[in-house]
């Protein structure tokens, strides 16, 4: 595993897009596998501002996110395709119909099958990964065992609870979520976790300082990977 320090977080997302671009620089057609949540939400700035000063090109990229709300229109302010529009399709050349985010408001069922079809046909170079004050990626919550395909996930009330800062209330966070599971984050080429907040210090101290892997704290789970770049501020890195 590769461990990024850096001097604040707005470095850290810059040190995240500038993987990203690398990845779109040598292959224009490559595949990008998404997150959303507040820590990803400064790295998509600067791939807009690369595509701007036309050092890029997302004209040939496709895109799949990790997981959505269910009961969320896209539409709905806090729902994941929403904020992939506003932060980052919306100011790139990208083809919509190369983004794909699951869909929280069409049947379920048809929606995993079509995701997990996606994930085959859509295999992705590198994918972006957030983390949950409990470890959880996507939507892959603690437990005694995790879901190794696409699900629908009960979110934790930690979870709720983190989140229930982007609602008007706790009540109104969604309590279920569709996501991929920790095989589909898996079989990605490379993948790239953001953390900043100290709430992240413990599950960042269970990732990066012991060789336990434990569903308990899904991010153990990427020391299973060969190709894991975790960027984190200084700040956080002294709490770990
Ligand atoms: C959300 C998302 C995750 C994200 C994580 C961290 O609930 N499902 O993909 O990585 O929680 O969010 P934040 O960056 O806002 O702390």
């Not at 620089?25 to 595949?31: D, E, F, I, L, R």
């Not at 413990?202 to 892997?213: F, I």
Request: glycine share 6%.
């Amino acid at each position: 595993m590769k461990i990024i320090i850096t001097d604040s977080y707005a470095a850290s997302c810059r040190e995240a897009a500038n993987l990203l671009l690398s990845v779109v620089k040598s292959n224009p057609h490559a595949c990008l596998g998404l997150a959303t949540g507040g820590t990803a939400q400064g790295v998509y700035p600067h791939l807009v501002e690369a595509y701007k000063q036309q050092l890029v090109s997302f004209k040939e990229v496709r895109t799949v996110n990790l997981d959505e709300y269910i009961g969320l229109k896209p539409d709905h302010p806090q729902s994941y395709r929403h904020y992939m529009d506003t932060y980052f399709f919306d100011h790139v050349d990208i083809n919509p119909l190369n983004t794909y985010i699951p869909s929280g408001s069409q049947l379920v069922q048809p929606e995993i099958t079509n995701f997990s079809r996606i994930l085959e046909i859509w295999p992705r170079d590198v994918q972006l990964l957030g983390v949950g004050v409990n470890g959880h990626i996507g939507f892959n919550e603690p437990g005694e065992v995790l879901q190794a395909g696409v699900h629908v996930a009960t979110l934790d009330e930690a979870t709720i609870k983190a989140n229930a800062r982007f609602f008007a209330s706790e009540a109104e966070v969604p309590k279920t979520a569709i996501t991929m599971g920790v095989g589909n984050i898996l079989q990605a080429g490379k993948i790239v976790l953001l953390a900043t907040g100290s709430q992240k210090a413990a599950v960042l101290q269970k990732l990066l300082t012991s060789d336990e892997v434990t569903t308990q704290v899904p991010c153990t789970l990427l020391k299973l990977h060969r190709d894991v770049t975790v960027i984190l501020d200084r700040e956080l890195a002294r709490q770990v």
